[in-house]
């Protein structure tokens, strides 16, 4: 079977240096993955196409790039999975959201400081247990999911905040950091939530679940992500657009069955923050005149009471 | 063909369009809707509310299935959000324990979700239940030389394995699809299925506006003359705020959005006024008259 790997190909050292398209054109077996066609390329057809790899069994991390668009694992990712009859051309890109150095090969400095940021050991004040700590098995299970991460980047590459903003701590550091703040034996909760609660921390994801998509190893970052709030908000964290977001949302549910859009971005701002409410106004004004304003008295859903009888039965708010 | 209509909070709200326009819309495709069975059905909690409590979220939508269930029909949605967060809730709760204990909540209510019912988007509905050559016949004015970008919604995309798209494949392109079966053609860009930025609008602007910047100019830069979506919510971002992204990106972007039945309402021939066209932040109007101008 012959497939066409499209590769995005840019070398520094070139003149010009601006990145290109190569199609190569090769022989491969059914069980190939496009790792196995790359590394044919460059053996067989052109030396200096340059990738990452190592282990080939999904367990390194090094072969993460953008196949036909989504970061993979190139090793665990097979060409027969991805050529029909109709179409036998694959995209191969670099990840993305970093730099890129040659070919496939990336920069991975600004996944790593933001990794150490969030000060990835576990900090103690009280004195060591004098045998080893003890934790609970419900504990360690529920942070080896975690742990399976293997820093591929692939999260990091899809990451949709990433691509408009770069100080975003992004998907890959907050989950290493879920997994010490998680863990029994660490003592410094919440000075880590304080800092995480600041600006390009666990409010700026936009839950758009690329991260828990792309994840070779089922990490869920965005799930830990979701847990980080949690916790925030738990801790007494409270005072983020974000934390009022998810408090003003649940609350008009709770009361209503439904959302109100007029109240939601009033109540999160607050009625008495001036600015906010200035900028909200004249988008508002746009919509009344187009007919699509929310009523602000909104009508509650026929048996709303059921609704806030199950918040109270949860407990929430 | 008759199904247990789920508005979702948006449609009634600030995206009133988009449930006339579904109404009419479903009116021509022989599509009936149940309004009655789900009117005290509460919000999915949108994921917002799963933030603070999956569980209750959960519960919350097992309340919406069960009484699905009791009505005998299928649900039908119309909001990638509303459909993404409905999915994943079923995804847990095919754990039967789970579901029982989610389900202990709900006795009060003598309601029971019983684990069968399948909530589906119209989107979805069309390509399943109508079948696309069948839908194809009733398009009466098709869409041809304009060129649509699709915008999918992040939750009718991802997570793939909670949204059946291994049983159903096409659900993958089922956009582009229904673009290509109104007669259309597809403007291919890099951003259909990320994030529209919504959720984060009252967080960080900045990036939500620069979001919507980037989707429209490159489904632009792809030559689309409008965007279409199934989801309302990427729809309030991309259009309710497409003229604040355009001040921060300084450049005009005037690219109307369109929700997926108005889309389709204007093939199937139904009068752009009924269809609520005019009731968007950015005018419609080139649309139209593009459309006026096709034989």
Not at chain 1, 195 to 202: A, K, Q, R, V, Y
Not at chain 2, 141 to 170: H, M, Q, W
Request: aromatic letters at 6%; proline letters at 6%; a negative charge.
């Amino acid at each position: 079977m012959d497939v066409d790997l499209n590769i995005a190909r840019f070398n520094p050292d070139a003149e010009g240096k601006s990145p290109y398209r190569q199609e190569f054109n090769i022989e491969v077996n059914e069980t190939d993955t496009v790792l196995d066609g790359l590394i044919k390329i460059r053996e067989e057809v052109d030396g200096t196409l340059a990738l990452r790899c190592s282990c080939r069994s999904a367990i390194c991390g090094s072969c993460a790039m953008r196949v036909n668009g989504q970061a993979v694992l190139a090793c665990n990712t097979k060409i027969t999975d991805l050529v029909s009859n109709k179409n036998k051309s694959i995209n191969v890109e670099p990840i993305g959201n970093m730099k890129i150095i040659k070919d496939l090969i990336v920069e991975f400095d600004t996944h790593w400081e933001k990794i150490k940021a969030i000060d990835p050991w576990i900090k103690t004040d009280s004195s060591p247990p004098e045998a080893e700590y003890i934790a609970s098995n419900e504990s360690m299970v529920e942070l080896a999911g975690v742990m399976g991460c293997i820093q591929c980047g692939a999260c990091v590459s899809d990451c949709t905040v990433l691509a408009v903003d770069e100080t975003f701590l992004g998907p890959a550091a907050l989950a290493k950091a879920y997994r010490f703040i998680a863990d029994p034996r660490d003592e410094a909760n919440s000075q880590r939530l304080k800092d995480l609660n600041e600006p390009s921390g666990i409010w700026d994801c936009t839950r758009c679940m690329q991260c828990v998509e792309v994840c070779p190893k089922g990490v869920d970052p965005m799930g830990r992500i979701m847990k980080l709030r949690d916790f925030a908000m738990e801790a007494g964290f409270k005072n983020t657009n974000g934390a009022r977001h998810a408090e003003v949302f649940s609350e008009i549910i709770r009361n209503n069955g439904v959302l109100n859009e007029f109240w939601l971005p009033v109540k999160t701002f607050g009625m008495f923050n001036i600015p906010e409410m200035l900028k909200l106004a004249p988008i508002g004004l746009k919509m009344v005149m187009r007919g699509k304003m929310p009523p602000i008295f909104y009508e509650k859903i026929p048996g709303y009471k059921n609704i806030t009888k199950l918040f109270e039965k949860t407990k929430v708010l | 063909m008759k199904y247990a209509f789920y508005p979702g909070c948006v449609s009634r709200g600030a995206a009133p369009e988009l449930y006339t326009a579904t109404i009419e819309v479903c009116k021509r495709l022989g599509i009936e809707l149940d309004t009655q069975t789900m009117e005290g059905a509460s919000c999915t909690g949108s994921g917002v509310l799963q933030e603070k409590n999956e569980r209750l979220g959960d519960t919350l939508n097992a309340r919406t299935f069960a009484m699905g269930e009791n009505s005998g029909l299928p649900i039908m949605t119309i909001c990638s959000t509303c459909q993404g967060v409905m999915s994943q809730a079923k995804a847990r709760m095919t754990d039967v324990e789970y579901r029982e204990s989610v389900n202990s909540d709900l006795s009060e209510e003598n309601l029971e979700y019983k684990g069968q019912a399948e909530p589906r988007h119209l989107l979805w509905i069309i390509i399943e239940d109508i079948g696309i050559e069948k839908f194809k016949e009733k398009i009466v004015k098709p869409l041809t030389g304009l060129k649509i970008a699709p915008f999918y919604g992040c939750y009718i995309v991802r997570p793939s394995d909670a949204l059946g798209f291994d049983e159903n494949p096409e659900r993958k392109h089922s956009l582009e699809m229904i673009i290509e079966a109104v007669g259309a053609e597809v403007a291919d860009f890099p951003g259909k299925s990320a994030c529209c930025g919504f959720p984060i609008l009252t967080i960080n602007e900045k990036n939500s506006m620069k979001m919507v910047s980037n989707h429209t100019l490159s489904a632009k830069k792809e030559g689309a003359v409008a965007m279409v979506t199934p989801c309302p919510l990427c729809h309030l971002n991309l259009d309710g705020y497409q003229p604040t992204a355009s001040k921060q990106v300084g450049q005009p972007i005037d690219l109307p959005i369109l929700h997926l039945p108005q889309l389709i309402g204007l093939a199937l021939g139904i009068d752009p006024k009924s269809l609520k066209l005019n009731q968007h932040i950015v005018n419609t109007e080139k649309v139209v008259s593009a459309l006026a101008l096709t034989p």
